[in-house]
C-alpha cells in the first residue's frame, strides 16, 4: 500500500493565511471597480485602486456620493416641521422644503467633485 507524505505547511505557495491590518502596510491594496462606503463617504478599502472602465467607476462614484450626501443633509434636517399652513394650495415651494433641496443640490455637487478626485487619482485603466 502506499503512502503519500505529508506536505509541509510551508510549501503550500500561500504567503498569507488571513488577511490583517498590517498586510495593508506592505502593500497589499484592494482593486475595485466601485468602492463600498463607510457612513462618512469615504471608502471602506484598503488603498483603492479603480481598475476597469474610467468613465464607469465615475459615474457609480459619483451616483454613491451624491445619494449619500442628500440623505445626510435630509438626515441632519430631520427636525424640521413644516411652516403655517397659510400657503395652502399655492404653487409656490414650501420655503422650509425649498431650502432642504438647495442643501441637498450644494451637498450633491460637492459629492461629485470628490467623485472626480478619487478616480482621478485612483484609476489604474483597464485591469490589464
Known sequence: ?????????ADSGVLQETPS???AEHGDHDRIV?????A??????INPEFIGDKDAALAA????????????VDTAARGVT?????????????ADVQALKD????????????AEREVSER????GG
Open 40 to 45: 462618512d463617504g469615504s471608502m471602506d478599502q
Open 34 to 38: 466601485m468602492a463600498s462606503r463607510r
Open 1 to 9: 500500500m502506499a503512502t503519500s507524505q505529508k506536505k509541509d505547511p
Open 103 to 114: 442643501a441637498q443640490d450644494a451637498a450633491v455637487k460637492a459629492a461629485e467633485a470628490k
Open 21 to 23: 491590518a498590517a498586510a
Open 123 to 126: 484609476h489604474q485603466g483597464l
Open 82 to 94: 413644516s411652516g403655517p399652513q397659510d400657503g395652502a394650495g399655492s404653487s409656490e415651494p414650501d
Open 61 to 72: 462614484a459619483k451616483e454613491q456620493l451624491a445619494v449619500q450626501a442628500a440623505s445626510a
